[in-house]
């Protein structure tokens, strides 16, 4: 990437966390500038990065922390599923201080890690779309929905645009069958990342993120403008996982997109 192409200041939360860690070094080539924040203990600053502790659920903290940022790649939040009350604040809270600090210092471009506990309800049997009506398997599905909502409304009220990630399971590889669907390599994110920081005119953009996967429940038409086209795929990956012991018809992981969060709670 050239330097007429980095941004000044590039600005990732939740660093600490798992795609924070791979994200981090990965976004580095994309500014000239990185800063980097979560709550919890982060490696030390590297290069042009700028180390920034920060709880989202500190209004005063996360405009100090957006401010002079050209865009935000925002992971930071409880990424599994937990009480309401933990879950409003970091998810929550935090989101709706996140697009405040956007609107008051003028960022004009998110990248909102979503997922795909939005549409968790929905059988396995479906494919679906952008379109199709949202149905949160738990606490941190409505706290993902809810973000996708703050995030329509500060492009329509403010002209932030966002692209709302729905990420599937992003990991060095597929645990289970059910992430033979939803696997999203590293690489894969890397890339819908990028996508979604430079493609112009993006407005409020919702795309599932998963790889090249044999058998998928999504459809990203919608979401075309955006270039990404995936280079990974868990049919490597499929010997082993179905070498796994069968999963009972009956059980979550086998009906739900969501799988296991649909059954999880009430805390």
């Known amino acids: ?84 009350e933990q879950i409003l604040e970091a998810n929550i809270k935090g989101i709706f201080h996140l697009y405040e600090g956007a609107r008051r210092h003028g960022v004009k471009r998110v990248v909102f890690a979503s997922s795909n506990h939005v549409i968790g309800f929905y059988k396995q049997t479906e494919r679906i779309d952008d379109s199709a009506k949202r149905r949160p398997d738990g606490y941190y599905g409505l706290s993902k929905s809810f973000g996708e909502d703050v995030a329509q409304f500060y492009f329509d009220r403010w002209g932030i645009e966002t692209v709302s990630i729905r990420i599937g399971s992003s990991f060095p590889e597929p645990v289970n069958r059910r992430m033979m669907s939803t696997w ?64 009972a018809p009956t059980d979550p992981n086998a009906i739900y997109q969501g799988g296991a969060f649909t059954a999880q709670g009430p805390f």
Not at 26 to 52: F, K, N
Not at 184 to 200: A, I, M, N, Q
Not at 214 to 231: E, I, T, Y
Request: proline share 5%.
């Open 184 to 247: 999203l390599s590293y690489r894969d994110l890397t890339t819908l990342v990028e996508k979604s920081l430079f493609t112009p005119h993006v407005g409020h953009t919702v795309v599932y993120g998963a790889s090249a996967n044999r058998d998928v429940w999504w459809d990203n038409s919608g979401a075309a403008h955006l270039g990404f086209v995936p280079q990974d795929t868990s049919e490597v990956f499929r010997d082993k996982v179905e070498a796994q012991p069968p999963v």
């Open 1 to 84: 990437m050239s330097n007429e192409q980095r941004m000044n200041r590039l600005l990732l939360t939740g660093a600490a966390g798992g795609l924070g860690k791979v994200l981090r070094e990965r976004l580095a080539p994309m500014a000239r500038t990185l800063r980097v924040s979560d709550i919890a203990d982060m490696q030390p600053a590297q290069g042009h990065e700028e180390l920034v502790v920060c709880d989202l659920a500190d209004k005063a903290a996360v405009d100090r922390l957006v401010e002079g940022c050209d865009a935000i790649v925002h992971l930071g939040g409880i990424s599994v599923e937990r009480p309401f």
